[in-house]
């Protein structure tokens, strides 16, 4: 239901225990009914989905919300918000390595054409 991007990665996500229902770690071949409530932990927010219908192939991104519906706990949501706020609180721009730019100037800087200018004088 495109949690995941690929099968292979939510298959890796049951086996390592982030796909529970009910408190319970569910395998990869679990199957479910409609109506069942799953929780999928990604990073600190714990998402929760209900099961509203069942299909055998691949959804287009614009047909999930008829199979699938988000029922998240706002308290996670907050989680969510908190965690991207962060992100992008992150460093500064020109903090940090230098870029190439930078780079450039700095060698330019160092060279010796750069001080034999200021010895002539």
């Given at each position: 239901?495109?949690?995941?991007?690929?099968?292979?990665?939510?298959?890796?996500?049951?086996?390592?225990?982030?796909?529970?229902?009910?408190?319970?770690?569910?395998?990869?071949?679990?199957?479910?009914?409609?109506?069942?409530?799953?929780?999928?932990?990604?990073?600190?927010?714990?998402?929760?989905?209900?099961?509203?219908?069942?299909?055998?192939?691949?959804?287009?991104?614009?047909?999930?919300?008829?199979?699938?519906?988000?029922?998240?706990?706002?308290?996670?949501?907050?989680?969510?918000?908190?965690?991207?706020?962060a992100a992008q609180s992150?460093?500064?721009?020109?903090?940090?390595?230098?870029?190439?730019?930078?780079?450039?100037?700095?060698?330019?800087?160092?060279?010796?054409?750069?001080?034999?200018?200021?010895?002539?004088?």
């Amino acid at each position: 239901m495109r949690i995941y991007k690929t099968r292979s990665i939510a298959a890796d996500a049951c086996k390592n225990g982030r796909i529970s229902m009910n408190g319970v770690q569910l395998k990869p071949s679990r199957t479910f009914h409609i109506g069942d409530a799953f929780s999928v932990r990604k990073g600190p927010v714990t998402f929760t989905y209900r099961v509203l219908n069942l299909t055998e192939n691949r959804l287009g991104a614009k047909l999930v919300p008829e199979y699938m519906q988000d029922i998240t706990p706002p308290d996670q949501l907050e989680l969510l918000e908190l965690a991207r706020m962060a992100a992008q609180s992150g460093r500064d721009r020109g903090t940090g390595r230098p870029t190439k730019k930078d780079r450039r100037d700095i060698e330019s800087f160092m060279s010796d054409n750069y001080f034999d200018e200021f010895d002539e004088e």
